[in-house]
């Protein structure tokens, strides 16, 4: 079993930063793909970011030039930069990474969400 603990979030002023920790905890073999998204009330969950074992990233349209996706694949974390948020960024916040087994399997597995919260 592996868990994804997320850290950070909280309130922020319209124009303000935040930064969203997630690390993966358990025994597997790698990681492939890790990601955020995030579920504003009353819509339906959106992908904000994700990055390939590579580096490769890809945003939402929403987020891109505001939002930076990292991770660190010694550590098994993923961080979420983001940068001049809007009220629309108002949401939950979910960490999300597939995870490799050995003989090529696979599961993918979701953090517990945190809230972030974009006003004065």
């Known amino acids: 079993q592996v868990q994804l603990v997320e850290s950070g979030g909280g309130l922020v002023q319209p124009g303000g930063s935040l930064r969203l920790s997630c690390a993966a905890d358990?025994?597997?073999?790698?990681?492939?793909?890790m990601g955020w998204s995030r579920q504003a009330p009353g819509k339906q969950r959106e992908l904000v970011a994700s990055?390939?074992?590579?580096?490769?990233?890809n945003y939402a349209d929403s987020v891109k030039g505001r939002f930076t996706i990292s991770r660190d694949n010694a550590k098994n974390t993923v961080t979420l930069q983001m940068n001049s948020l809007k009220s629309e960024d108002t949401a939950v916040y979910y960490c999300?990474?597939?995870?490799?087994?050995?003989?090529?399997?696979?599961?993918?597995?979701w953090g517990q969400g945190t809230q972030v919260t974009v006003g004065s």
């Open positions: 999300n990474a597939v995870v490799q087994y050995p003989l090529g399997r696979h599961n993918g597995y």
């Open positions: 358990g025994r597997f073999f790698g990681i492939y793909d």
């Open positions: 990055t390939t074992a590579g580096g490769s990233t």
